[in-house]
T-cell receptor
């Protein structure tokens, strides 16, 4: 089954404790992206990757890092989480670079709470 | 990418067709119209997309006006499981999907 898998689904952590949210896709997609969703602000892109070893900032990259060492994985790293990073996070992938003419697949989400 | 305008909420009786409108009067020639939905807090789910012609798949139909300034997503026989927020999105060469506030569709018995 084609899918994007995020882990963990839920996470409560303390301020400053480094964490990684993993994202993996089994569709051999070139393009992957991270979004965060906050009430009243919709989904906003954090980082994206057009292919292995190619990453770029989205709209809200501050406080986040990513890496793309293999095609299937695109982890989101919070080096020093802060309460304003409490949010619902989604990973997405698509066959082509960008989303034109092809559908995007989203993971089930990671609900992160930073206290 | 051009912006879209959708009504904030709509109701539909189960078994009836749900017609969700979207205005995109500033759409440019290379921009596709995409529809996604988000059920509760799950990941957004792709529904359908089109450029000029009307499209149909197993989930829905997409009707795009001839001038491409508006479109309608049609769920032919809405069920309770179709209750969700529906997003109309335009995308050309941009590297992201820009989600607006969408239309909250409530399907009722």
């Amino acid at each position: 089954e084609a899918q994007v898998t995020q882990n963990p689904r839920y996470l409560i952590t303390v301020t400053g404790k480094k964490l990684t949210v993993t994202c993996s896709q089994n569709m051999n997609h070139e393009y992957m992206s991270w979004y965060r969703q906050d009430p009243g602000l919709g989904l906003r892109q954090i980082y994206y990757s057009m292919n292995v070893e190619v990453t770029d900032k989205g709209d809200v990259p501050e406080g986040y890092k990513v890496s793309r060492k293999e095609k299937r994985n695109f982890p989101l790293i919070l080096e020093s989480p802060s309460p304003n990073q409490t949010s619902l996070y989604f990973c997405a992938s698509s066959r082509r670079t960008g989303f034109t003419g092809t559908e995007a697949f989203f993971g089930q989400g990671t609900r992160l709470t930073v206290v | 990418d051009a912006k879209t305008t959708q009504p904030p909420s709509m109701d539909c009786a189960e078994g009836r067709a749900a017609n969700l409108p979207c205005n995109h009067s500033t759409i440019s020639g290379n921009e596709y119209v995409y529809w996604y939905r988000q059920i509760h807090s799950q990941g957004p789910q792709y529904i359908i997309h089109g450029l000029k012609n009307n499209e149909t798949n197993e989930m829905a139909s997409l009707i795009i006006t001839e001038d491409r300034k508006s479109s309608t997503l049609i769920l032919p026989h809405a069920t309770l499981r179709d209750t969700a927020v529906y997003y109309c999105i335009l995308t050309g060469t941009a590297s992201k999907l820009t989600f607006g506030t969408g239309t909250r569709l409530q399907v009722t018995l």
